[in-house]
């Protein structure tokens, strides 16, 4: 991943003036077309989660007799095997993956990013400390971790949130750290030091700054894997279980009838793909955007 450092960092800026804006961001999406529509998508799916207990749609837990009804114009996804409406079901879900997606990428930010900045800026044995624990983490694959942990806790989708952000905060702690190492070596942070700013102040003010860029596009990427991931956990059975609305759970409960209802499991699929594409449209946009190269 690219790690952009703003020219305010130079040798002869006592302190970071402003190291990441909300203007520069908006440049950057506005420059890049990827960006742009991923910001789009993400928006619209945050605007779903959002709103969807004020829209005008029917009960996504009502039972009907309209079972595995087609798309028609009263029901527009058509209806399960239990006569629900899926335009409902899927909307609602939404709900339920934005909240596992933000809090368990949230977490693991925090975090992550707290390890890795303690890790970078003191070194040492701290550094070597930190470093073989995420080792640990690093030795076993993402989802068989996250499985695992739920496995181990049971399944309910705050205990996804916590697998999700145990799996993705060593990822962070390693993105953080490697520019933390070049940052604190630079004029700048030197120069702070010498009149005896305090560790503290030292990595808030002088190097958090320049990790802003690099953390929203890890971040954005980072959301696409939670979305992904709560919904393969809930096909599996271990996040929201039937009758919540849920993608992964109408996925499962669609693989059934796949011959005579495709729409069962295709408008559930939908949803996630569109979700898990718009985080990451954003975050590769950003990632080209931000590249000091292209800049």
């Given at each position: ?94 709900r339920l993956s934005m909240r596992v997606s933000l809090l368990s990428v949230a977490a693991a ?38 499985l695992g942990i739920v496995a181990a806790l049971g399944p309910d989708p705050n205990n996804v ?135």
């Amino acid at each position: 991943m690219a790690t952009w450092i703003p020219e305010s960092a130079s040798p002869s800026a006592p302190a970071i003036r402003a190291g990441f804006g909300l203007s520069d961001l908006a440049a950057a999406i506005i420059r890049e077309p990827a960006a742009l529509v991923g910001l789009l998508m993400v928006a619209s799916y945050a605007l779903v989660a959002v709103t969807v207990g004020f829209l005008p749609l029917r009960d996504p837990l009502e039972i009907s007799a309209q079972r595995l009804a087609a798309p028609t114009g009263e029901h527009l996804l058509g209806t399960d095997a239990l006569g629900r409406d899926l335009l409902s079901r899927i909307l609602f879900g939404a709900r339920l993956s934005m909240r596992v997606s933000l809090l368990s990428v949230a977490a693991a930010t925090f975090a992550g990013g707290a390890l890795g900045l303690v890790s970078g800026y003191l070194g040492g044995w701290a550094d070597l400390a930190i470093g073989r624990v995420m080792d640990i983490f690093f030795a076993f694959p993402a989802i068989l971790l996250a499985l695992g942990i739920v496995a181990a806790l049971g399944p309910d989708p705050n205990n996804v949130i916590i697998a999700i952000a145990v799996v993705y905060t060593p990822i962070l702690a390693r993105v953080v750290r490697g520019p933390v190492l070049a940052l604190k070596a630079r004029g700048f942070v030197e120069a702070a030091r010498a009149v005896g700013a305090r560790p503290a102040r030292i990595v808030l003010r002088h190097i958090l700054p320049n990790l802003l860029s690099t953390l929203i596009v890890q971040v954005s990427l980072a959301l696409s894997w939670a979305v992904l991931t709560e919904g393969a956990l809930s096909f599996l059975g271990l996040s929201a279980q039937p009758p919540a609305p849920s993608w992964g759970v109408m996925l499962n409960e669609g693989r059934q009838y796949l011959e005579f209802a495709t729409h069962l499991a295709l408008f559930p699929g939908l949803a996630i793909m569109i979700a898990v594409l718009g985080f990451n449209l954003l975050g590769d946009g950003l990632r080209d955007a931000l590249d000091p190269q292209r800049r």
